[in-house]
Structure formats: C-alpha cells, structure tokens
C-alpha cells in the first residue's frame, strides 16, 4: 500500500532538518488517495509528475525565508493598492497534465482565480521533480525560486519558463530591494516597516 511505503520512507527522514525522497510508479488514483488519507495537517509538501511521487520536509530555515517573503509581498500588495487572493499552499493538480504540487507561497492577482498568477518557491537543497515542468504543465503565469540568497524569476512563454530579470506581473516591484530585507538580518518586525519606507 502507498501510504505504508510513505509511512517508512518518512521514518527515515524525521531527523533529518530538510530532506525529500520519491516514489516510482504510482497512479494518479493513488496520488489522490493519498493526498485524502494524509490530510491538510501533514506537514510534508508533496509533489507529483506523471507516475512520480515525491515528499519533502521542510526545515526551519525554508519555512523562516517562505514567510518572510510572504509577509514582503503582501505589504508590497496592500501598500501598492494591488488586490490579491494568497493561496499559500494549496494543493494546485490537473489531472490531463497528470501533475500535482503544493507551493511555498502563490498568489492569484486582481481577482481570484482556480490557479495562481505567481508562485514562489523557497529552494534549500536541490534536485528531484522540476518545479518548472510541473508548473508549466499547469499554466502558472510567473514563478520565482529563492535559492542562494537570490530571486530567480520565470515568466511563462508558448514554449516554455523563460527567466526575467523583473517580474511582468510586478514590473514596478524592485526585486533586488526585495532581496535584500529577506537577508538582512534584523527582527521580522523592522524588516517590514523598513520596506514599507523604502516602497515610499
């Protein structure tokens, strides 16, 4: 059964701070049977492409600079007057593209939609099923990973993510002013009234 495999591969993972491990073969009946069993208190994020089942604990470290993006991105919305759905990490899957994942952080903006017009992905250790394959194949418009203490960003082409050097959905957003509050090192509290000012 796929939920006892799960079972004793997350075994094997409890002490370590951030690690991931897939599965091979499994169905899309399964996929979501699993989903159902595990509930929305799970705590692992799970990811699947095409018969590919993969897990990831997240580590303080990744859920500490996923917040804080957050808590950047939604001051920049309500400072900027833009309105915006956070969908945080709600499980986005489309059956005909045989794909499901669960974002760090995504966004619908202006009006609420079925999917996310932006998706941000907080990156501590790489590998396993691409996070652009899986987005593409459900339609995000723009994706961006946080990896290495920088912003990547992909914006969404007939042929595929091709990467930006400013958000098209945000083109006023200074991205590199949005780097650096998620570094710096002071309290969460004076990183935001300190971006506040700065967008002013």
């Avoid at 929305?40 to 804080?68: A, N, T």
């Avoid at 833009?82 to 952080?105: C, H, K, M, Q, W």
Wanted: aromatic residues 10%; glycine residues 8%.
């Amino acid at each position: 059964m796929l939920l006892t495999r799960v079972a004793e591969k997350l075994d094997l993972i409890t002490n370590d701070p951030e690690e991931r491990f897939m599965i091979t073969g499994v169905s899309w009946e399964q996929y979501e049977t699993l989903l159902t069993e595990l509930g929305d208190g799970f705590g692992y994020r799970v990811r699947y492409l095409k018969g590919i089942l993969e897990i990831m604990s997240p580590s303080q470290r990744h859920e500490s600079y996923k917040k804080l993006i957050a808590m950047l991105l939604e001051t920049y919305f309500v400072e900027t007057g833009i309105n915006f759905y956070p969908l945080g990490s709600t499980t986005l899957r489309n059956v005909a593209s045989v794909r499901g994942v669960e974002p760090d952080e995504c966004y619908c903006l202006h009006e609420n939609k079925p999917l996310p017009d932006l998706v941000v992905e907080v990156v501590i250790t790489s590998g396993g099923i691409s996070s652009l394959e899986l987005y593409e194949g459900l339609g995000v418009r723009e994706v961006w990973f946080f990896e290495n203490q920088a912003f990547s960003l992909y914006a969404l082409r007939e042929g595929g993510y091709e990467e930006v050097t400013k958000s098209e959905l945000l083109p006023a957003l200074d991205i590199s002013l949005l780097e650096s509050c998620v570094l710096s090192t002071d309290s969460p509290r004076e990183i935001l009234l300190s971006f506040r000012d700065a967008l002013h």
